[in-house]
């Protein structure tokens, strides 16, 4: 966290003529009193960090959103004040500093919520973030940063590839439940299908996601399919959702207790009841971690699949890396990563909320 | 000759990767082979470098960045199980845990506007996304460790340096060994795409093959990286049963 | 010699235990007993500095424990606790050997000294020394964890509960084990336990603890007669007269025995010499059954005359209490039990009549005892059905 400090020497934002060209660099002291109150926010970080106390988390609860909030409006402040009277086409971009910052504040929001034991007093420090966060947006000048202005560039076909994405990762992870849960079950019943399913699976997951789609061209040659576009993509996605959606349906139906099974056919069910009734709600968790697992990989990999043209966040990525635009190769890595989080977040919830009280969170790995 | 079985999986993949490093050596054979699946291509082999210079500097890139993630993810993973590290523990996990979600493609995309194009910003990228497996199978390996065991060990004598070393690493040696695996795999799959920011290796190929629409050399290309991943994953599933002390067998 | 003076350990406002004092001679075993929470745990771990103490001394003949490296103070302690802890990654000599290793012995001075102490446990060490934990039983497990905690010849042994985790008929025989190995090696020795038989069994002395204070530190006869608090005599028990039991050895009332290694009718006949039975045993001695005299006479051949048993289940040790005597003799139903040394070997019986005899202030369901109860009244029974009796 002392190296924090040391982040405020570094460039905060990048002063640049144009999109592409690099530009001068600026410290964080263009932004004024915004830079100061940063400053101010980071001594209150270290000095409660270094000095533990029964408010320490709650502390660094404001510290960490305070850091975060004064963060987004130095940038606002600096990009108005860079920008004023200089031509349209000027860009103001985000400084290695500035991102630092950014990483520290994050750090330091994170051990104040570990650190808090009240859950109201986090849930009250997140609202008032997410408040902050939109009132600078709509009136902090941030709308001046360059990576802004491209999505304003682009933001009609940003949001054509935010769909793709979703539906080629959403179509693999489908596809990935529709055969590789009955391939877990059928695991879970018979010897070969475990070994020979599964060991084929683990080969794929092995193998790098572009040597996948390359892979593919012979293949899909000989059924006369081409290997550029949606389906070889989409095959990719499934293949790669394969593993861990099998193997969790496998082990969570092995993992099942004999006793349980044994009193539910003492009970007098059939064997699809068994599956239904009982093996399924107690495997359930373990699936759904399986789901969880494979969409953020898909939504990963979803990114490759854009050098075979099948569309997506990656294009943004390639387009930016091939014309050293980096504005636009974060517009499209930085909702890759949000959409992966979202996923992430959200299959968490889902395993929370269907998931019988009965079974202990213990269980779930 | 027969093997003991632990031994069995480590002299496979030894087979397998000397068979491996003879198929990237033979250029002709790649020629000729391209050459008959691509009848119609007039050059069905990458022209800028051959295979085996291809797969060297992949695993250049995937060496250097694995070997930082080792020395510098296992002893965090250590450390943050010690007292010493204790404060740090929750701040890290949480930091693994989250940066496990993050596409590998966006993690190196991140890293270009810091620090450019080139090897080294890939090298950088590379070994920061192969920490999360790493440092989370090194806290998870060691949190495994019976108390007991430990109580044990201290009531015998033993210095916490000498626990560390003689009891804890040995029986957390299967699971880190298993996360280092996985960070290796993953490194070399992220290393190809790493290939459209300028890093070089086999990924070089795939994406000059799709830019000039000469599918030899994506075929080219993906063959050899899929051979490494394979062969490399065999050879580190073979070191983490070496490494697994026999008490823990099955 | 250990000296423990006013010893306290808080935890922030919590105390866990309050200025504690004893002393507890050398080659004797203190039992540190009391109700869960009570801090007997804690006292045990400042002796070997587990466990910083906040207050008080520790003295080991004479030498304070807080002058000495913690590392260095344990290696000289023996420790056994009640999760074994043997390292898996380790093979059972390997375990046992840490310690010497830890001392910088060399392999041939250890090595010798693992197998012997492998031995004494009851591990023969041709067959266990290679064998890694997970392959042992709960009970071989504990053996090794002994062996491991005595093989550098500690003059102190600490035991936090080191039976409590193992069946009842597997904890009986390491409790007479223990008092077979401490007869032989006198070590001190402090013992963990909340279990009030197993502290009468074993004892010299026992501390009684409660919320942090020591209630009462006297012999476990004293304990008995004599409870310092009505919390005493409420935590030792109202079946005094059977916890006594608990105290007398199988040794001191046990009888020499006629037996014979079987064979012809006249030769069996010749060794039952007019008793009611005779005892069966192989030609080292070991046991194996006995034959009813009478149903002999009669004309019943030897081999559906006599009964085969195994004595691991159906003999008791000269080290066994007569308290555990008498509750296997009520489980078979029989007047009289064989004695066996470790190896199986017929050394004696004992009989209820001997134990009454030990006990004049004996109470109640001993002497109602049916007299036609006897050995011979269920004869014909097979080893299965002795089984399920037990």
Partial sequence: MVALAGCLLLPFVEFRPN???????????????????LVALIALALVVALAPGRVRGSLLLVAGAGMGLALLWALGVAAVHLQEGAPAIVRVSVGPGAWLVGLGALIVWFAGTRATASVLVRRIAGVAVLLGVAAIAMWGGLGELSLAREYAVQSRRFWTLVRQHLVLAGTGVGFGVLIGIPLGVAASRNRVVRDA??????????????????????????????????TPAVIALTLYALLPIMRNTFVGLAGVDAAVIDAGRGMGMGRLQLLLRVEAPLALPLVIEGVRAAAVLVIGIAAVTAFIGAGGLGILVF??????????????????????????????????????????????? | MILPPRMRPVVAAFAGTMLFAWIVGQQELWASVLGSLFPESARPVYPAATVAELTMQHLRLVGISSGLTLL??????????RPSGADFREIVSAAVDFGQTFPPVAVLALMMPILGFGLWPAVVALFLYGMFPVVSNTVAGLEAVPRTVIDAARGMGMDRARILFTVEMPLAARIIMAGVRTSVVINIGTATVAAAVGAGGLGDPIIGGISVQNMAYVLQGATAAALLAVVADGLLAGAERLLTPRGLEA | MITLRDVTKRYGEVTAVDGVSFEVPSGEVCVLIGPSGCGKTTTLRMINRLIEPTSGSIEIDGQDVMSVRPEELRRHIGYVIQSVGLFPHLTVAENVATVPKLLGWERRRYEPKVRELLGIVGLPPAEYADKYPRQLSGGQAQRVGVARALVADPPLLLMDEPFGAVDPLTRERLQAEFVRIQRELKKTVIFVTHDVDEAIKLADRIALMRSGN?????????????????????????DRALKRLGRARVANVMRT?????????????????????????????????WVDCKVLDAGTPPEEAGTTVDWHEAAVHPETTLKDALSRMLGFGFRNVAVVDADGRLVGEVSLAAIEGTMADADTHIANLEEGEVLGAIPEESPAERDELT
């Fill in chain 1, 19 to 37: 999109r592409i060209v690099s530009g001068t660099f600026e410290t964080v002291f263009v932004a004024g009193v915004a830079s100061w109150a």
């Fill in chain 1, 197 to 230: 399913g599964l060991g084929i699976a683990s080969v794929i997951q092995t193998i790098p996601s572009m040597a996948m789609l390359g892979l593919l061209i012979a293949p899909l040659a000989a059924l006369g399919l081409t290997a550029i576009g949606t």
């Fill in chain 1, 319 to 365: 387009q930016g890396w091939g014309q050293q635009a980096d504005d636009l190769t974060l517009l499209g890595a930085i909702p890759m990563v949000v959409l992966a989080v979202l996923a992430d977040v959200s299959m968490r919830g889902l395993r929370r909320l269907v998931v019988s009280p009965g079974i202990e969170e213990g269980t779930l790995t």
């Fill in chain 2, 72 to 81: 510098v993810g296992i002893p965090l993973g250590m450390w943050v199980t």
């Fill in chain 3, 214 to 238: 020591l209630e009462q530190y006297d012999t476990p006869e004293t304990l008995l007669d004599h409870p310092a608090s009505k919390f005493v005599h409420d935590f030792m028990g109202s």
């Fill in chain 3, 257 to 289: 025995v006629e037996s014979t290694t079987g064979g012809a009718r006249s030769v069996v006949a010749e060794a039952c010499g007019g008793s009611r039975f005779v005892y069966l045993t192989d030609e080292r001695g070991v046991l194996e059954g």
